[in-house]
């Protein structure tokens, strides 16, 4: 049997590789981020079964027969799995309940080769109903069915039901501001899987109205920007999780409590909060605490988490760091401290390191402490 593989067969085997390998990166991050173990089975399950449909159409499947009942595919575990990692990003979930895993039931419509397998192996093909009820032409048909249009119309629909669920659960959590920047991120990033797994369904369908039979080109659609944009996006969640500090990382795991207030006392609260930011510039000390803000407040510190959460939209840290981020901004461009060096100017705003200066500055105005300082000069000098 003659396996082919191009250029492009190629680069499909590397980015499902590559794909693999973020997948286990991602699954050991999961001590960290628990739900990152989700996103890791999601990149495994696309990555496998790109490279399933590769070993498809370049015949080493065919000329290896012996292993396909070993080798599951895995597609139509696709669209759950984008649902349950939206899911836990939202509601903070670690474990799939019971009644979470009948989601995966569809799995069987794939698995003609395992089932074969299993009734030639343990030899339950030799009882006399059996026989008969298996080499009916109904059940050979569906056994053996490939290459036709009702082979990827389950992909198509649980592809387009899922991410139309997955979308309407980002969309009412991305308009709540009470989670960290991190965890924002990863909603925004969702919300992109979501759209790109919506496109490829669509495509899918355009694929399946042209052609009655299965062709090289809804596994090129599909497949080639499936594991190309899997790969780019799971790689980004991994780097920017790896950066996380240990208060970054509670602040992130951490669940949305009940409100503690009312309208007139978050009012308050938010008020005095505000006062002791602007005129006292608590933030300016590095060692600041959550403690410490909730004694000047009066409050516990759970009732000062709420207060930020539920009414100021910001976590502890990032709420902190905001108004750091700012008084380096002012320094930066200052002409009486302009002659410090960068690192400087962090320390003295409050941070405890030049690396997180760095990170949180970038985060916050999109560019570093010296881009931002050497711009802003040079477009004060252009004026003068």
């Known amino acids: 049997m003659y396996i082919s593989l191009g250029i492009v067969d190629f680069f499909i085997l590397f980015l499902a ?3 693999l390998i973020i997948s286990v990166l991602l699954a050991y991050s999961a001590k960290k981020i628990k739900n990152n173990y ?47 990692y939206t899911r836990g990003l939202i509601k903070d979930e670690v474990k799939l309940k019971r009644r979470d ?21 343990t ?19 569906i056994l053996f069915r490939r290459g036709t249009i009702l082979d990827n119309l389950p992909v ?18 991305l308009s709540d501001k009470q989670q960290s920047v991190y965890k924002q991120a ?22 399946m109205l042209i052609y009655a039979y299965s062709s090289v080109w809804d596994y090129y659609i599909i497949y080639i920007p499936a594991t190309l944009f899997i790969y780019v996006t799971s790689m980004a969640i991994y780097r920017r999780h790896s950066h996380m500090t240990t208060e970054d990382i509670l602040e992130y795991n951490k669940p949305i409590g009940k409100v503690y207030f009312t309208g007139a006392e978050a009012v308050d609260y938010s008020y005095r909060l505000n006062q002791l930011m602007e005129f006292e510039k608590i933030y300016l000390d590095p060692l600041l605490k959550m403690d410490m803000l909730a004694e000047k407040l009066s409050l516990t510190e759970r009732s000062v988490s709420n207060l930020l959460n539920h009414h100021i939209g910001k976590g502890f ?35 405890n390191s030049l690396a997180t200066f760095q990170r949180c500055f970038k985060q916050f105005t999109g560019v570093t402490p010296g881009q931002y300082q050497r711009s802003v000069i040079g477009q004060i000098m252009l004026k003068s």
């Open 123 to 141: 030899r339950i093909l030799a009882i006399p109903v059996v026989q008969r009820f298996y080499f009916s032409y109904e059940v050979q048909s």
């Open 101 to 121: 895993y009948w989601h995966f039931l569809p799995l069987l419509l794939d698995a003609q080769s395992q089932v074969i397998a299993l009734l030639y192996v």
């Open 186 to 207: 990863d909603l925004k990033r969702a919300r992109n899987i979501i759209y790109v797994m919506a496109a490829l369904a669509f495509g899918l369908l355009i694929t």
């Open 38 to 84: 989700r996103i890791a089975v999601l990149v495994f399950v696309i990555a496998e079964t790109a490279l399933v449909n590769e070993a498809m159409q370049s015949g080493y499947w065919q000329a290896h027969t012996e292993i396909i009942p070993f080798v599951p595919l895995l597609r139509l575990a696709i669209g759950p799995l984008l649902y349950f």
């Open 317 to 351: 840290n990032d709420f902190i760091n905001e108004y750091r981020v700012e008084e380096a901004k002012r320094r930066l461009i200052d002409p009486a401290t302009r002659q410090f060096t960068i690192a400087a100017i962090g320390l003295d705003c409050g941070f």
């Open 156 to 173: 198509f629909i649980s592809l387009s039901v899922y991410s139309v669920i997955s979308y309407g659960m980002i969309r009412r959590r």
């Open 17 to 19: 590789l590559q794909g």
